[in-house]
């Protein structure tokens, strides 16, 4: 063949283009396969896309429902404590100090922080119903057990462990599950679910402080505990999580947050506004009737209006700050439950203590209920919010457990200058949650460009 001539046998070609037809049909029969990257590696389908999150509608609306149950046999127990503390430093447990009697209210309270370390991966991985229906009968089953109790450490284990364990499965999924169902509203969605704690707390209080002069304390207690299972029906039958789990438990820390500096200056933050926030919750009706203020009868009731005030602390807030941004609000609660603190020395009077109450539930349930969305606000990843809830509250936990009994503590034999320096701890500690407060907006700020967070 000469140099630069094309080849002109028609067999060969005729082959070639019988190969190249073959080579087609093949193509269009095989199905594609999947993508190999520049390494080689075999790279993973596109994970499924779920559907826009709804911000409403009554499966949404249903959740929060459920959640406001939940709020009601979690928190709404907690702020109820204040009563029986009262009650067992005058009746059942006068051996004990009031440091070891608030031992069994914070061991609730730091459970319900310290199991959520356990609850957020486990919630993760799509175990939601299984935390649900668990935590509500330990709840149920502890309040029952603690209506036979006699000794302190009955109590203790009934009332601080039994019930606080089942407080720590509940309480964090009903607040992650709020991620699921609402964007735009989630931080008012969180608020309206927190509004079951105080009227828990105002509900148990009157309950008890009512029917145990007449029926006694097993049976005042057991009435509580009726109520408690009644409201567990609700989150079992409406509650239910709309994104498919992934199957997998992740670590029980996240990693990644510990370099994130406005969440890790929130969550030290959260220690401190967690270590103080309930000592008036605990304190307020041994400080009435010990200064002659109110009488046992109506002492009690100051803890109902701490709740009452709870209930537009958890809403206002909430709603303003789904516009001006969670960690905003939550700086002028915690510095209003701070200056409410130092207030707190110059009480003298039945209608200043009321005031004081009312004033205090508002700022306090707003820091309260302003935590998870602040947290999901700050989490980068929705599927790691389970994860970021339990590391905050294993620190929240550690704050609550160890904050009224050193109260208590400083609190000793309740003379002046022992009550004058609980309230000065409260206070004090107040203060510094706010500045760091300040210091984790400042942080998002140099980061984000926005004052809104």
Excluded at 105 to 123: E, H, K, R, T, W
Excluded at 270 to 289: D, N
Excluded at 415 to 439: D, H, I, N
Aim: charged share 10%; proline share 6%; net charge neutral.
């Amino acid at each position: 063949m000469e140099k630069g001539r094309i080849p002109t046998d028609t067999s060969d070609s005729d082959q070639l283009d019988e190969v190249f037809l073959e080579v087609q049909d093949i193509k269009a029969e095989t199905p594609p396969k999947t993508a190999v990257s520049v390494a080689g590696a075999e790279s993973q389908p596109p994970p499924h896309t779920p559907d826009p999150v709804p911000d409403g509608g009554l499966q949404a609306w249903l959740q929060v429902l459920g959640s406001v149950c939940i709020l009601a046999n979690t928190w709404g127990l907690i702020n109820t404590f204040g009563v029986f503390q009262s009650y067992y430093e005058t009746d059942m447990l006068t051996s004990n100090s009031a440091s070891e009697i608030s031992w069994i209210g914070s061991i609730q309270g730091a459970l319900l922080f310290l199991v959520g370390v356990i609850a957020g991966p486990l919630y993760d991985a799509g175990y939601f119903r299984h935390l649900l229906m668990t935590g509500l009968f330990l709840i149920v089953l502890g309040q029952f057990m603690t209506s036979l109790c006699t000794v302190y450490w009955q109590f203790l284990i009934a009332q601080g462990i039994c019930i606080g364990i089942g407080m720590g499965m509940t309480f964090l999924p009903s607040a992650a599950i709020m991620s699921q169902y609402f964007a735009r509203h989630r931080a008012l969605a969180l608020g309206i679910s927190s509004v079951g704690s105080p009227i828990a707390g105002i509900v148990f209080p009157i309950i008890f402080s009512r029917l145990e002069p007449k029926i006694g304390f097993g049976w005042a207690t057991r009435v509580i505990s009726f109520i408690l299972l009644a409201t567990s029906i609700i989150p079992i039958a409406f509650m239910r999580t709309r994104v498919l789990p992934t199957g997998k438990a992740r670590d029980i820390i996240d990693k990644s947050s510990l370099r994130d500096g406005p969440y890790m200056a929130f969550v030290i933050a959260g220690f401190f506004s967690f270590l103080m926030l309930y000592v008036p919750f605990f304190y307020l009706p041994l400080f009435a009737t010990s200064h002659g203020i109110a009488t046992p009868d109506f002492a009690p009731y100051l803890v109902t209006l701490l709740s009452a005030g709870s209930i537009p602390g958890r809403l206002i807030p909430n709603a303003l700050a789904d516009r001006w941004g969670g960690l905003n609000m939550a700086l002028v609660c915690v510095t209003a439950c701070s200056a409410l603190a130092f207030g707190w020395l110059g009480l003298h009077n039945l209608g200043g203590s009321i005031v004081f109450a009312l004033l205090y539930g508002a700022f306090s349930g707003g820091m309260v209920s302003l935590t998870p969305s602040i947290i999901v606000g700050l989490s980068p990843d929705m599927g790691r919010v389970g994860a970021r809830l339990g590391t905050s509250f294993l620190v929240s936990g550690v704050s609550v457990l160890i904050g009224t009994p050193i109260a208590g503590a400083i609190l000793g034999d309740t003379t002046e200058a022992e009550w004058k320096g609980t309230m000065g701890y409260a206070g004090a500690g107040l203060f510094v949650s706010a500045l760091l407060y300040s210091l984790s907006r400042f942080l998002l700020y140099r980061r984000d460009g926005s004052w809104k967070a």
